[in-house]
C-alpha cells in the first residue's frame, strides 16, 4: 500500500539546517500494521505527515494506492487525503466550536454522506471509542483522554484504507488504551492498514511490525514475534 | 502546603449534571512528592486546576501554604499562581509566536525579572530538558515531545513552591521521561513540593505516593514502598 523510497525533510533556520528526515526507505502491504517509536524529535511526526499527503518531502518518492504523491498538486491532495487516509494528530486538531458528535461527521459532511447516515454512524463510533455519554460536548467540556477519542472516531468516519494514528493512546489510561487497540485489531482484521507512532513498547508489541527511527532515519524495522 | 477537603465540581449541561469531583479530600506535606492516577475522565486535570487556582470548585475547602483559595477573588488567585504554583498544562498552552526561550522567559517578565537575568535562566532550563538545541524555534516548529519539554521549564521559570504536572511525560520517549523524573526527583530534593498526574505506572512509581482517582473521588491514597 505505501511504498516510501529515501524521503528527505529540511528545515532551514538562518544558518542553522534541521534534517527532520534524513532518507527514509521501507515498503507497507496491503493489510499492514505496524508501529513507529523513536525519541522525541527523530520525525515520526514529520514522517507521519509526509505520508498523509499532509506534508510534502523535500526529496525522495512516495506512492500510496497507486497514487504518486509527488505528482498530485494541494487539491489532488486534499482528494487523495478524504479518499483514502484516517488521520488522528498528535494534538487532536478538534475544532472547538463543535460538538464530540459534529466533529466525528465532518469528514463525511466532505464526503456528501446523507445527514441521517452521518449521525448514525458518528455515534456508533462514539459509543465504540466510549464516548457514548459525552456526545453532546465540546472539546473544551471533555478530558484530554476523552478528546483523543474524539478525534480517533472523527479518523475512522469515512473508513479510510490506511489509518495513520500518531500517539493515539498518549493521554489513554491502560484499561482504555486496550480497548482502542482491540479497536485497531478488529480494523486491521477487516483490511484496514494501519501505521501508529507511539512511545510505548506495549502499544508497539500489540501491532505486527516494530519501525524504529533516531535521528530522521530508519535504524530498525523488525516483526513482533508472535506475528 | 496542600489541605484539600470535600471538593465537589459539577458541570450541568442542559438536563445533564457531571461530577467532575464528587467529594475529594487529601493533604500533601512540605516537600511531597505524590502522583495521581485514575481513568480517562476520572476528575485528574479538574483537580489540578483547582489546586492550581486556575478554576474554582463548587464545594468544599482548599488551603495552599496557608492561603485560603475560597477567600480569594481573580486577581488574588492570579497573584497566588505567580508566587506560589508551577503548571505544567496537559494540552501545553505554549504561546505560538513566541520562541522556546521567550515562552520561558514570560512568568519571570511577569515577576519582574531583569530581562539578562531571565533570559540566562530560560535557557539554562532548556538545556536542562535537553532543548539546547531548539531555542529559537516557536512550538509549531517543535515536535510534541519538545513542546512538553518547553512547557516543563516554562513552570519551572520562577522557581515554584509547588509543581503541578499534568501528564509531563505523555508524549515523550523512555529515555527523556526519564531524565525529566531525575529532573523533578533533584527538584524535590531541594524541597520543591510536586504532584503529577500520570496515566502510565512506571512514571508513578518514580514518585513517593500513589493517589488513585475514580469518577470524581479518591479510591486509593498509598506511599510507594521503597520510600
Ligand atoms: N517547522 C519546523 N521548523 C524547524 N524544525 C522543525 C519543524 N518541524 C519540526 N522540526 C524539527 O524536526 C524534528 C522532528 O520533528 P517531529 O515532530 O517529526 O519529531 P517526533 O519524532 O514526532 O517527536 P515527538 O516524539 O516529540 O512527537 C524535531 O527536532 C523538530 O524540532
Ligand atoms: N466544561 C465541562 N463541561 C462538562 N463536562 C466537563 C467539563 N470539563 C470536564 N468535563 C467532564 O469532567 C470529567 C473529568 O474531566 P477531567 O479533564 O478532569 O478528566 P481527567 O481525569 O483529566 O481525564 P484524562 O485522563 O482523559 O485527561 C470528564 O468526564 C469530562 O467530560
Ligand atoms: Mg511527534
Ligand atoms: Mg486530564
Redesign the pocket.
Known amino acids: 500500500l505505501i511504498e516510501a523510497r529515501d524521503l528527505v525533510k529540511t528545515y532551514i533556520m538562518g544558518d542553522e539546517e534541521v534534517h527532520a528526515l534524513a532518507g527514509v526507505t521501507f515498503t507497507i502491504p496491503h493489510g499492514g500494521y505496524a508501529a513507529v517509536i523513536g525519541p522525541s524529535g527523530s520525525g515520526k511526526s514529520t514522517l507521519m505527515n509526509i505520508i498523509g499527503g499532509l506534508d510534502t518531502p523535500g526529496g525522495g518518492a512516495l506512492v500510496i494506492n497507486g497514487a504518486d504523491l509527488g505528482a498530485l498538486d494541494d487539491a489532488g491532495l486534499a482528494g487523495f487525503r478524504n479518499r483514502t487516509i484516517g488521520f488522528v494528530f498528535q494534538s487532536f486538531n478538534l475544532l472547538p466550536r463543535l460538538t464530540a458528535l459534529e466533529n466525528v461527521e465532518l469528514p463525511m459532511m466532505y464526503a456528501g454522506v446523507a445527514p441521517a447516515e452521518r449521525r448514525l454512524r458518528a455515534g456508533a463510533l462514539l459509543d465504540r471509542v466510549g464516548l457514548g455519554q459525552?456526545k453532546t460536548?465540546r472539546p473544551?467540556?471533555?478530558?484530554?483522554?476523552?478528546q483523543q477519542r474524539v478525534a480517533i472516531a472523527r479518523a475512522l468516519a469515512c473508513r479510510p484504507a490506511l489509518l495513520l494514528a500518531d500517539e493515539p493512546t498518549g493521554?489513554?489510561?491502560t484499561a482504555t488504551t486496550e480497548e482502542i487497540l482491540r479497536l485497531f485489531a478488529d480494523l486491521n482484521a477487516e483490511g484496514v492498514t494501519i501505521l501508529i507512532v507511539t512511545h510505548e513498547m506495549d502499544v508497539a508489541r500489540a501491532t505486527h511490525r516494530i519501525i524504529e527511527m533516531r535521528d530522521g532515519r530508519i535504524v530498525a524495522d523488525n516483526p513482533v514475534p508472535h506475528h
Open positions: 459525552r460536548h473544551t467540556q471533555l478530558s484530554g483522554g476523552q493521554a489513554l489510561d
